[in-house]
């Protein structure tokens, strides 16, 4: 099992940045693929970015391609997103997930482990 904590939300203008960050307990984090999925009010929960076991696969949604960078540090059981240009429309609840196989998932059914989120807010 394992447990996530986000961080790095906050209130930002657009065309900013911010970088958020998971943090995951236990001693198998390597074991997990990770994801950061975005939930907007009165919208469904969507998948944001994911990478792999080894951090050495990434996959983005079409609409954060370019601006958003996920990675990971397997040493210090870390995953971050690194959000650039951002727009209004990027205004969520961010989490971070853990899915123990070795997908690339793109839908939240497949991660069995969530954090609490972290808000983002992006001004116009």
């Known amino acids: 099992q394992v447990q996530l904590v986000e961080s790095g939300g906050g209130l930002v203008q657009a065309g900013g940045s911010l970088r958020l960050s998971c943090a995951a307990s236990?001693?198998?984090?390597?074991?997990?693929?990770m994801g950061w999925f975005r939930q907007a009010p009165g919208k469904e929960r969507e998948f944001v970015a994911a990478?792999?076991?080894?951090?050495?696969?990434?996959s983005y949604a079409d609409s954060v391609k370019g601006r958003f960078t996920i990675s990971r540090d397997n040493a210090k059981n870390t995953v971050a997103l690194q959000m650039n240009s951002l727009k209004p429309e990027d205004t969520a609840v961010y989490y971070c997930?853990?899915?123990?196989?070795?997908?690339?998932?793109?839908?939240?059914?497949?991660?069995?482990?969530w954090g609490q989120g972290t808000q983002v807010t992006v001004s116009s």
């Open positions: 990478i792999s076991r080894s951090g050495g696969s990434t």
């Open positions: 997930a853990a899915d123990p196989s070795i997908r690339l998932g793109v839908s939240a059914s497949v991660y069995d482990y």
């Open positions: 236990g001693r198998t984090f390597s074991s997990y693929a």
